[in-house]
Structure formats: C-alpha cells, structure tokens
C-alpha cells in the first residue's frame, strides 16, 4: 500500500520535532501535526519560559549581594510587563527557529489537531485523512487541577506566563518540581508566596537531607511553607475582602459569603482575589491559587483506544522499551507515555525511535540513572539512588557535607548549600549523588557522567579538586558521615 508519508507525527514537542527531523534527514517522508505553538511544553510553557523567569527572580539578591560588594546601587523594581513582553519575542523567536529546522529538513507541518482514525491514518481537524507507515504520538501531558469545587478559581503552570500583573499574594498547592520552582520565582519577584504540600516533606522521591535543606531554604527566603496541609474549599472572594486572615469560622462567615462556599463559581480563574480553606483550619484571601498538582498525558479524544492502542491507569500510552504501542504501526514517545517526564529523555525517546524504525537497529531507551535537576532557589542536582533507596538494596556509605557558600557569606547571607555522595560499601560504587547549591543543574550534569560511567569513591578521589569552588567538596570527602 502507498503511504502519504513514511512518518506522521502527533505533537510538535521537543521529542516530535526531534524525531520528525532526524527521520526525515535520513530521507523518509515526514509530516508534523501540532494544534498549539510548535516547541510544545517545554519551549512554550515550560522548562525554557520558568529557566527566564529563575534568572529574573535571581536579581533581588544579586542587588542586595552587589552592595556587600563594593557596588553602589539604588533600589529599583521589578517590571512584570516590560520582562514579560521581552519573555514572549524570546518564545516567538523559538518557535521560529524550531519551524525553520522543521522546513529545512523537508518536514511538512500541519498547524492543527491531528487523531488516529486508524492504525496508519490521521484525521485532521479539517477532517482531511493522511496516511502513513508508521505514526509517532508525541503529546505530551497538561497541567491538572484536583477534583474540588470551583477548582477552576485557581490557575495552573500554563497560566503564570500570561498573567497580566503578578500577583500580590499567591498561594501554590504541590510539592512536587513545578509548585517548589514557582514558590522561589515568584517569591523572588516580590509576590508573598504560601506553599500548601500534603505530605511531609515537599519533593517526593529526592533525597530527604536534599530536600530537607531546599524546604528550609525556602522559608528562609520567604515562602511560607506549610506541610501536611491541603486546600480544603475555596471561593471567589467578595470586593470588601481584600485582607489575608487567619480566623475563626465566624471570621470566615463573614468574609466569605456561604453561596460562594461550595458548588461551582461562574467566573474564570484568575480574574479576581480568592478565599481558600485550608486543612489546618486556618482561611485566607489570595490575588491567585496556582494548582501545580501533576500533569496529565494527552491522550484524549485521540482515537487511541478505538484503534486498539493500551491506555494505562494514568491515561498514559503503555508502550514497550523500543516506544511501541500494542498497535505495531503506532509507536509513542514523551510525557504522554509517562515514563519520565523530561525534556531530554523525550529527545532520547525520539531518537531511539527514529534508529530502530528507519536505521533498522532496535535501540531500547536507557532510562537508567538519568541527572535531573529542580530550579529552586537554591537549586537541587540529582543522580542515581537517594540515600533511602540505596540502603534498602545494600550496605552504603553516606559522604556528605554542608557548609556556607564563599559569595553569599561574604555578602551576609546565611545561605547554606550540601555536597551528598551515596557509595556501596561493597563495590565502593558511587550509587548516587545529591546536590542542594547555586547552579547545582549545571554540577550534576557533569557529575552525571562519572556516576553513569560506574566511578568508585576512589575515583572521585583520585581527582583533583577545583579550587575555590563548592563543587570541589565533591572530591575532598574523605570520611563517611555514616554507614547505612
Ligand atoms: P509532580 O508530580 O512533580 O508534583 C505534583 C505535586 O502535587 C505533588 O507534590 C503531589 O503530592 C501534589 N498533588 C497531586 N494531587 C494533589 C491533590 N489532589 N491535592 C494536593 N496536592 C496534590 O508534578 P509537577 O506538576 O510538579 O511536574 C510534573 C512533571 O514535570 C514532573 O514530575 C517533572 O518530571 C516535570 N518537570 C520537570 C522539571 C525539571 O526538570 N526541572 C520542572 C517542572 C516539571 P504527592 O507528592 O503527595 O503525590
């Protein structure tokens, strides 16, 4: 049968359009389908708009450092408008350069939503049906609200980059990568951030000293951290309610007429100070509630599971090590699979696609000791094993150090940062490695390749130190904190 196409793929991410170009440059037939702005999370609404905004917010401090250092500054303040409008020519330019890579790759692009009408063709919004050998469904996820009453008060990460002004007060629900990142950027922009996580410690799954250390860094810049707390009911708040409060039920009565308390509420989110319950009894008005509790995979109104392609509990693709749905033509990669949700291992996905269909050499995605990083302030470097991992599965050795940075103690500051190394008692392996640091994103990145390449203890030894920095104390532990 003659295909339009050797590949169509859903979804104009960075792992679609990876795949998309590395698939046509090979010389097979490629079509793009994307409904929004190409570059898709990560470059529109995500990790590349957040990354701007961590510089932006990065600046109050440098101003107040700059005078220990001799700088003479007056005070200034931060333009949400002027930075926002700069934010958006940067994404636009994007978007550009992501199309031009597609066309000059031969990519045809389709400006629309695309589903599966069956298991080689396409049906676009237009209801044109284009056919091809093989279909990659790329996604991607949104942003969830949890399932409450007038949830849509509140707005999610997509939003924040759209906000007319910022907020005066705003309270973040989450724990996880978005709510801690976006507490430390808009608590660094000026805005009075309170953070509800319903758990114990926020960022689930990291180290707990790691995490333990960016909570208390946190409020010590000013979140208002609260833990094992959750929102509760929520409402418009009515025109004279303009005060924060925490109070009594009566307090809450009169603040918050009892029509607004339950059910749904007209209005949009966003559009207007709302009164939030919270599970500790206390109540409060805030200028914006910003739900960052997970994302979802796109797999919705796809056709998908008509056609016969798994869908599991989350609504993710179920697909196999090399991307391949139970459909064989329909291979899925991404966030919409739900593996791991990072750029950089959509990319890796997409490529690994791309060598095992159209390079005929199966290539399965290592998903295996992948560096990570969350842009709070200070920022959390991760590889491998946390500690409570690793004693679960053998005898380990804890190295770990904290200690007052030089830039920030010369300047007054009482930042702290902590240098975590998790290594085998056996093997002497080093199983992971856990940084809480300015710039720990670009340490772990390269720390990354000695924990992926199975460096012991003593080859982190063996190595010199670069001196003076904070990532030196990586080579210089010479005494474990523990054994576990
Ligand atoms: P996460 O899954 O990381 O965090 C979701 C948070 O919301 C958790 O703290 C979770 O609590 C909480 N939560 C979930 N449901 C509810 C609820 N009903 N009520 C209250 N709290 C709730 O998701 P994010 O949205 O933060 O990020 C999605 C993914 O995007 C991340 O997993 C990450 O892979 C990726 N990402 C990566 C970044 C990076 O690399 N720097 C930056 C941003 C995102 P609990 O822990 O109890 O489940």
Redesign the pocket.
């Known amino acids: 049968m003659a295909f339009d196409y050797d590949l169509f793929v859903i979804g104009g991410g960075s792992g679609g359009v990876r795949a998309a170009r590395v698939a046509a440059a090979g010389g097979a037939r490629v079509a793009i389908a994307e409904s929004s702005r190409m570059g898709g999370t990560c470059v529109i609404r ?2 590349v708009p ?1 990354k701007l905004m961590v510089f932006a917010s990065g600046y109050r401090e440098m101003f107040d450092d700059a005078r220990s250092y001799g700088w003479d500054l007056e005070d200034g303040a931060f333009d949400w408008p002027r930075f926002s409008q700069h934010l958006n020519s940067e994404l636009d330019r994007l978007e550009g350069v992501y199309r031009n890579l597609l066309k000059g790759s031969d990519v045809e692009i389709y400006d629309t939503r695309a589903r599966l009408a069956d298991a080689h063709t396409v049906e676009l919004a237009d209801g044109a049906k284009k056919t091809a050998k093989h279909i990659l469904v790329a996604t991607g996820g949104r ?1 969830v609200r ?2 409450m009453a007038n949830a849509h008060l509140g707005i999610v ?1 997509d939003d924040i980059f759209h906000l007319p002004e910022l907020p005066k007060r705003l309270l973040i ?7 801690c ?1 976006f507490a430390g950027i808009m608590n660094g922009l000026g805005v009075e951030v309170t953070q509800f ?3 114990a410690q ?1 960022l ?1 799954g990291f180290d707990d000293e790691a995490r333990g250390l960016v909570a208390e860094m946190m409020r010590e810049k000013g979140v208002n951290l609260h833990l094992g707390t ?2 509760v009911e929520m409402a418009r708040a009515s025109d004279d309610h303009t005060a924060s409060w925490t109070g009594t039920q009566s307090d809450a009565a009169m603040g918050a007429p009892a029509g607004e308390r339950v059910g749904e509420d007209a209005d949009g989110g966003g559009s207007g100070p709302v009164w939030v319950k919270a599970t500790n009894g206390t109540e409060a008005v805030y200028d914006a509630v910003l739900f ?4 979802d995979p796109n797999t919705e109104d796809m056709g998908l599971k008509e056609i016969g392609v798994e869908i599991g509990r989350r609504g993710e693709i179920v697909v196999d090590d090399y991307s391949q749905t139970a459909v064989p033509s329909i291979y899925a990669i991404g966030d919409v699979t739900n593996r ?3 750029t950089p291992v959509a990319i890796r996905e997409g490529m690994a696609f791309v060598e095992t269909v159209f390079n005929g050499n199966p290539t399965p995605v290592d998903h295996h000791l992948i560096p ?4 709070t302030q200070p920022e959390l470097g991760t590889v491998g094993l946390t500690e409570e991992e690793a004693r679960e599965r053998e005898p380990v050795e804890i190295y770990c150090t904290s200690f007052r940075p030089m830039q920030s103690a010369f300047a007054g500051r009482p930042d702290r940062v902590l240098m975590k190394l998790v290594v085998s008692k056996e093997n002497r392996t080093v199983l992971g490695c856990h940084i809480v640091a300015p710039g720990a994103g670009e340490m772990i990145q390269l720390a990354g390749i000695a924990v992926k390449m199975g460096a012991t203890k003593e080859d982190f030894d063996r190595t010199v130190a670069v001196h003076p920095t904070m990532s030196e104390e990586l080579v210089t532990m010479k005494t474990p904190m523990r054994v576990a």
Do not use: H
């Open positions: 995500g990790c957040k942003p949890p399932d990460s629900i989450g724990g996880g990568y978005i709510a990142e996580y319903r758990g926020i689930r959750n929102i960052a509790t997970g994302r791991v949700q990072l990570s990083a969350v842009f």
